[in-house]
Nanobody
């Protein structure tokens, strides 16, 4: 089993920045993809960004150029730097790991509002 613990969510003004972090523990295995998904009320859960063990990244079109995903393989952590935040970024953000079993964090609320 894998446990994912998220931190860094909160309230931020439009145009501001926030950094999310996720620490993985347990039976992680060597080859894995870690990433972030989000779900706003009434919407489907969607991929925000993910990153492979080798550092290859993928981003949703809506966040390209604003968000940056990174990972520390030694610490089994993944982070999401979110810049130029917009109200439409408001959602619960979930950490995700695939090894290829799928694991989810508990979710952390990000609210972008004046």
């Amino acid at each position: 089993q894998v446990q994912l613990v998220e931190s860094g969510g909160g309230l931020v003004q439009p145009g501001g920045s926030l950094r999310l972090s996720c620490a993985a523990s347990g039976s992680i295995f060597s080859l894995n993809v870690m990433g972030w998904y989000r779900q706003a009320p009434g919407n489907q859960r969607e991929l925000v960004a993910d990153i492979t063990i080798g550092g290859s990244t993928k981003y949703a079109d809506s966040v390209k150029g604003r968000f940056t995903i990174s990972r520390d393989n030694g610490k089994n952590t993944v982070s999401l730097q979110m810049n130029s935040l917009k109200p439409e970024d408001t959602a619960v953000y979930y950490c995700n790991l695939r090894n290829p079993r799928v694991f989810w964090g508990q979710g952390t609320q990000v609210t972008v509002s004046s």
